[in-house]
């Protein structure tokens, strides 16, 4: 069975740092999405992105976050200068387009930790 | 605010009794409604989706929808201790947009 895929799988970085989170969504899958889980806190929506642009963010995803789609297979969730409180996991979803309820199928997920 | 609210827990059924998790949203432009699995450590594992006022039945599991009272809840029938996890209830405004969740429900099957 397809599934979403992420990697790495933890990411330790220094505060102030640049980090890349790459996906590589359902193959037949054109819609796609970020989200973020604190630890002991609720799934938050970052970003959706469709034919190669952003469709909607939240008020989470500020000007030190961006996401490109750079070939025909990856999707990635890059922070500029990383904060403390950017310690989270981060999930990519991605959905096909043409079901009617639009389930979104989660990757396993990137602990990102940042020191 | 997009609100979906859910019982934190934790709930505890024996191994075989049916476990009720229920969830109301705040949105009553929100168009489908969505139960995650979450195991610790873990991402979100769909189980299923419902749209439709009534009940929808996959398996063990039957997740009911009531848009006019804003509620959603999700049976698990012949509760088995793999299904110890944290739910998670989601909503959703329009096709394809952002899922709003909640804070997930604790549930524990002892054998």
């Known amino acids: 069975e397809p599934e979403v895929t992420q990697t790495p799988s933890h990411q330790v970085t220094q505060m102030g740092q640049e980090v890349i989170l790459r996906c590589v969504p359902i193959s037949n899958h054109l819609y796609f999405y970020w989200y973020r889980q604190i630890l002991g806190q609720k799934v938050e929506f970052l970003v959706s992105f469709y034919n190669n642009e952003i469709s909607e963010k939240s008020e989470i995803f500020d000007d030190q976050f961006s996401v490109e789609r750079p070939d025909g297979s990856n999707f990635t969730l890059k922070i500029r200068s990383t904060k403390l409180e950017d310690s989270a996991m981060y999930f990519c979803?991605?959905?096909?387009?043409?079901?009617?309820?639009?389930?979104?199928?989660f990757g396993p997920g990137t602990r990102l930790t940042v020191t | 605010q997009k609100e979906v609210e859910q019982n934190s827990g934790p709930l505890s059924v024996p191994e075989g009794a049916i476990a009720s998790l229920n969830c109301t949203y705040s949105?009553?432009?929100?168009?489908?409604f969505f139960w995650y699995r979450q195991y610790s450590g873990k991402s979100p594992e769909l189980i299923m989706s419902?749209?439709?006022?009534g009940d929808k039945e996959d398996g063990r599991f039957t997740a009911q929808l009531n848009k006019a009272s804003q509620y959603v809840s999700l049976l698990i029938r012949d509760s088995q201790p793999s299904d110890s996890a944290t739910y998670l209830c989601a909503s959703r405004g329009s096709t394809l947009g952002r899922l709003y969740f909640g804070r997930g429900t604790q549930l524990t099957v002892w054998p």
């Open positions: 419902i749209y439709s006022n």
């Open positions: 979803a991605s959905s096909e387009v043409l079901r009617v309820a639009g389930e979104q199928y």
């Open positions: 949105d009553r432009g929100s168009q489908s």
